[in-house]
């Protein structure tokens, strides 16, 4: 019988940060745009988009649990335990928790796209099929240096502009800045992660990004993404207002992660950092949306 506190490290919770980050940027485009101006109905849009975001999240960590863990990737990690690779659950239980968690996502997509439009039937179907495909099949993207692509798509442009467009039925551009900013930021979590694992994940022959551009390349990547969100900041200002340029404090905390990365740090080291970047992003998220609810 597995624990549930394995359960719950195999959700990875140092990861939900990128879960809760778009949403929470998206509705604070949304309430700048107007959408939660004596709209009663707006709330459980937010609450839903929330639903869904976590329980893909969720289930794309057990998703790779279970696929990793089965082709033998896990069996000499050095980052924080899996339910497979370590033996604390059985392949069938995690695959099932996964689809489980796909289940949630799905039905809480069914209600905001029976209420707001049928199309977000399709992404939502994607969203699914990119979290299965990651690590899953018989050829991953994530086995081809095309993860972060998958995570700055999904979690960052699908994420926020779909919570925004749920609230407002309008593209607003704010929100486009917005999924740039924690799209990177998202992006830069799996790239630290993928940093660490680079000497086991050639040893299994897992091609990932950060093993394609090699030590060097991929810390300077990181440095890069967490620019880019820095950026995002202002555009999201400029179309907004420059109250927004508040958000520019997630810097604050994403510096130790940066002098970590950038110091050379290897192997367990660098664990801390998923949560140095999960941080910033959620601070991103939280001081740009409290500012343009605030000034909005």
Request: glycine fraction near 12%; proline fraction near 4%.
């Amino acid at each position: 019988m597995t624990a549930a506190r394995d359960w719950v490290a195999g959700a990875r919770p140092r990861t939900l940060p990128a879960a809760v980050s778009p949403v929470l940027a998206g509705t604070g485009v949304a309430a700048y745009a107007g959408a939660w101006d004596d709209a009663s109905d707006v709330w459980w849009r937010a609450l839903l988009a929330l639903v869904v975001s976590l329980a893909l999240q969720v289930g794309v960590n057990y998703a790779n649990d279970y696929s990793d863990g089965v082709r033998g990737t896990d069996d000499a990690r050095v980052g924080p335990m899996r339910l497979v690779g370590s033996g604390a659950a059985t392949p069938g239980a995690v695959k099932r928790a996964a689809f489980l968690a796909f289940g949630v996502a799905a039905l809480a997509g069914l209600v905001l796209a029976a209420t707001t439009a049928w199309w977000l039937l399709a992404v939502g179907a994607v969203s699914v099929l990119a979290a299965w495909y990651y690590t899953g099949g018989s050829r991953p993207y994530g086995y081809l240096g095309l993860g972060e692509v998958m995570v700055f798509v999904f979690f960052g442009l699908v994420a926020v502009l779909g919570t925004t467009y749920v609230q407002t039925q309008t593209w607003e551009p704010a929100a486009l800045w917005a999924a740039v900013g924690i799209g990177a930021l998202a992006c830069a979590i799996l790239v630290v992660n993928n940093l660490r694992d680079i000497p086991t994940d050639t040893a299994v022959g897992k091609r990932t990004l950060a093993v394609v551009l090699g030590d060097r390349s991929t810390r300077l990547l990181y440095a890069a993404l967490v620019a880019v969100a820095a950026v995002a900041v202002v555009g999201v200002a400029a179309v907004t207002t420059w109250c927004a340029l508040v958000g520019l404090l997630f810097l604050v905390l994403a510096a130790p992660g940066l002098r970590t990365v950038l110091g050379g740090t290897t192997g367990p080291g660098l664990i801390p950092v998923l949560q140095h970047t999960g941080t910033a992003e959620l601070a991103w998220a939280a001081l740009v949306a409290g500012a343009l609810v605030v000034c909005g």
